[in-house]
C-alpha cells in the first residue's frame, strides 16, 4: 500500500518540521508514505528546500513541486490537482502543513483501509484537538533545529483549546482512493473552471474546493486511526488580511 502524503506549504515551514519528524517517528507495519509538498521558491524560514534536505536525509521519500509565481500557487484547490496528477496512483492522503499524528496513526490506517471502500468518499479520522495558539507560535518562534525529537509527545503537551473542528472531512485530512477520484471527479480534485477558491495573495486562503471535492466525492466517511493534534494557528479569515507570518 502507498500513501501519497500531500501538503500545501506556504509560511508553514516551522510546523511542517514537526509533521515530518513525526512521520520518520511513526511506528509498526507501514504503508509506503511518499511526501508531495508544494511550495514557492524559497519559501520561508527555514525555506521549503532546507526542510527538505533535512528530511530526504533522514530517508523520508519527498517529491517536491516549486510553483514559479503567485499566480500558479494562489488557489489551493488546482495545486492539489497536481497532486493526484503526480501520485502513485494509490492512497492519497490531502492534508495541512501543521498536524501532528499518534505514533501508530499510520500503521491503523494500513490495517483499515480495504478494497470495498476504495470507490468513493473522503475518509476522516476526527480524534484531533487544537493546541492553544498562543502557546504553540512561541514553541515555533524558538524552534532552533529542523528535526523535532519526539514530535507528538511534545505536541500532546501544549495546552488544548477544547475544540476539536467539525466532524467532516476537511481540508486537513481528506484521504481517498485513486481510483475513486478518477470515477466520481474526473481525476480531479476540483474543475480549473469551477474553482471557487479565493486568491491566497489577495483575499487570504480560503479554500472553498475542499467542500467541492467532498461533494464531488459522496461526502464523508468516518475512520478511527488515533489523535491527530492541530498545531493551532491563526488564519487570513480571523485577521481579516492575508498574512506572511512565518507559522
Request: charged content about 30%; proline content about 2%; glycine content about 6%.
Amino acid at each position: 500500500m502507498i500513501i501519497d502524503y500531500c501538503v500545501f506549504c506556504h509560511n508553514f515551514q516551522r510546523r511542517l518540521s514537526w509533521v515530518l519528524s513525526n512521520i520518520c517517528q511513526q511506528t509498526g507495519d507501514l504503508p509506503d508514505i511518499r511526501i508531495q509538498i508544494s511550495s514557492l521558491k524559497n519559501n520561508g524560514a527555514p525555506t521549503t528546500e532546507e526542510v527538505v534536505e533535512e528530511f530526504s536525509g533522514r530517508g523520508l521519500n519527498i517529491l517536491h513541486s516549486v510553483y514559479p509565481d503567485e499566480e500558479s500557487f494562489a488557489r489551493r484547490g488546482l495545486v492539489r490537482n497536481k497532486n493526484i496528477e503526480d501520485s502513485m496512483k494509490d492512497w492519497i492522503f490531502f492534508a495541512d502543513s501543521d498536524n501532528v499524528y499518534e505514533e501508530t496513526f499510520f500503521a491503523n490506517m494500513k490495517k483499515e483501509l480495504c478494497d470495498n471502500i476504495k470507490g468513493s468518499k473522503c475518509i476522516a479520522s476526527f480524534n484531533r484537538p487544537f493546541t492553544d495558539i498562543e502557546v504553540t507560535n512561541k514553541i515555533m518562534d524558538n524552534m532552533t533545529d529542523i528535526y523535532i525529537d519526539d514530535a507528538f509527545r511534545k505536541a500532546s503537551k501544549i495546552e488544548t483549546t477544547g475544540y476539536k473542528g467539525r466532524r467532516i472531512a476537511s481540508g486537513s485530512m481528506q484521504l481517498v482512493h485513486y481510483d475513486g477520484v478518477m470515477t466520481m471527479n474526473n481525476g480531479l480534485y476540483v474543475n480549473p473552471d469551477r474553482c471557487k477558491d479565493k486568491h491566497l495573495f489577495k483575499r487570504g486562503q480560503k479554500a472553498k474546493s475542499d467542500v467541492q471535492f467532498r461533494h464531488a466525492m459522496g461526502g464523508t466517511r468516518k475512520m478511527s486511526f488515533g489523535m491527530q493534534i492541530h498545531l493551532n494557528h491563526y488564519r487570513d479569515k480571523h485577521l481579516g488580511y492575508h498574512s506572511e507570518d512565518q507559522r
